[in-house]
């Protein structure tokens, strides 16, 4: 009997299993309903186009790496016709509920913010990006959904790392490689986490051998296209996750240490007063003479003093940047910008959220489960100590994939799995002979 997965778990596609057909034979035949077992439709011979919700969201997928202003316009457009498109009723869970609540609490911000035309920006990326969360986690019920989103925002950030490389063959003699529209960071956190995707898809083992060598080939493509962004940010992501894989390989390795080391991170470096401290060893990366970490070691301190003037609340989405004397940049610092945009109130959601997409991962249910959790919070620390990406698409599409991992490493029909020495060898169970004479049904 095929399986799908929806809000609260995996479920019967259908209509009956054996047990009630076994009762429906015992049971007499003037209490049987109407047209009785024999008689009804299956429901997987009724036509349901359900299919139509997914190309909203695979369309969404594969523009949030190339231009994600198209995205932001579109994109609460786009999760509706998901949603009317799936031809059944949403059964949201915990993390739609977060979701929602947290954009709520987002446009309460509007009430004290100290920029309102900021603020009306922040608060519809924050609901078109949880509106594409709730939509695509609505839509993502099987294994083929899952790795046609997964493909889509790795086939938007193959083009994207082709179209740098095509700038940087037009003879661009900027030490930064970008695109036109879209802010050169942006770029690079896209590849990263493109990186990310791809490592999912290769877990999943998605497609045949020749797909999967296809896969192994974009490492190299995405690496090439990270250093021409010059993002150091993106370049340590990489590497990161490469030894982290490296690890998991060699080692059965945990995913709670990257999440606690992630915590503490993001606690402990941007609150930790680290103006003094000037590398200058990174005069020599990527040919930038910058020594302050491109301005955010003299960020940090005002966003900071900024976020302690209204510690609970915040000031207001998006309003941190017209307030910094200085720069006029935001915090470039995801505890910092959160702190000053919500608040503690806000960032509480956030956590729980983010609680709740692990939850959904279900990290220890399986060794591949728990491999991509900690890829995913290895490739994203760098990003979210100096950069932002906090209400980006591309971040919010792949939280929906993380949070219905479950899907995505169900094998295929007829697939096999090769034992590794780790699992467990399980006695056979022997199979009960069927006596003579009796039917299959009610053995």
């Not at 960032?347 to 995913?376: C, D, Q, Y």
């Not at 090769?418 to 006596?435: A, G, I, K």
Request: glycine share 10%.
């Amino acid at each position: 009997m095929s399986r799908r997965y929806d809000a609260h778990g995996p479920v019967a596609d259908g209509p009956t299993s054996r047990m009630s057909s076994v009762l429906a034979l015992r049971m007499p035949r003037h209490l049987a309903p109407a047209g009785g077992p024999a008689h009804a439709a299956p429901e997987e011979t009724r036509w349901r186009p359900t299919w139509l919700g997914v190309p909203p969201i695979v369309l969404a997928a594969a523009l949030a790496p190339v231009d994600p202003a198209l995205v932001y316009a579109f994109g609460l457009w786009l999760a509706g016709l998901a949603l009317l498109g799936s031809g059944r009723i949403p059964r949201p869970g915990p993390v739609d509920y977060l979701a929602l609540l947290l954009c709520g609490w987002v446009s309460a911000t509007l009430m004290w913010t100290r920029d309102a035309a900021a603020s009306q920006v922040a608060v519809q990326a924050w609901w078109t990006v949880a509106s594409l969360l709730v939509a695509a986690r609505h839509v993502l019920t099987t294994r083929r959904r899952l790795l046609m989103v997964a493909g889509a925002l790795l086939g938007g950030t193959v083009w994207t790392a082709v179209r740098l490389l095509l700038a940087d063959d037009a003879g661009d003699s900027a030490l930064r490689v970008g695109l036109d529209g879209v802010g050169i960071n942006y770029t690079a956190y896209a590849l990263t986490s493109g990186t990310l995707v791809c490592v999912l898809l290769l877990v999943a083992r998605a497609g045949n051998r020749l797909v999967r060598t296809g896969l192994w080939a974009l490492f190299p493509l995405f690496a090439y296209a990270i250093v021409l962004t010059g993002t150091r940010a993106s370049l340590v992501a990489l590497v990161a996750v490469a030894g982290y894989l490296l690890a998991a390989r060699a080692h059965r390795s945990s995913w709670a240490w990257p999440v606690a080391a992630s915590a503490f991170l993001l606690a402990v470096v941007p609150f930790g007063h680290l103006t003094p401290y000037r590398p200058e060893w990174l005069d020599s990366v990527f040919n930038r003479p910058l020594d302050d970490l491109s301005g955010r070691l003299l960020v940090w301190p005002i966003a900071e003093a900024s976020f302690w003037e209204s510690p609970l609340v915040g000031i207001g989405a998006g309003a941190f940047p017209s307030t910094n004397p200085y720069f006029g940049i935001g915090a470039h610092s995801l505890l910092l910008t959160l702190g000053n945009d919500i608040g503690l109130l806000g960032i509480a959601l956030v956590v729980v959220l983010i609680a709740h997409v692990l939850r959904g991962a279900a990290p220890a249910s399986g060794r591949g489960n728990a491999l991509l959790v900690g890829v995913l919070f290895v490739g994203w620390t760098p990003i979210w100590l100096s950069g932002h990406w906090e209400i980006s698409p591309f971040a919010w599409l792949v939280l929906a994939l993380w949070s219905r991992l479950p899907v995505a490493l169900v094998l295929p029909r007829g697939g096999r799995r090769r034992r590794r020495r780790s699992d467990p060898v399980l006695p056979r169970r022997p199979v009960p002979r069927r006596p003579a004479g009796v039917p299959a049904q009610q053995t």
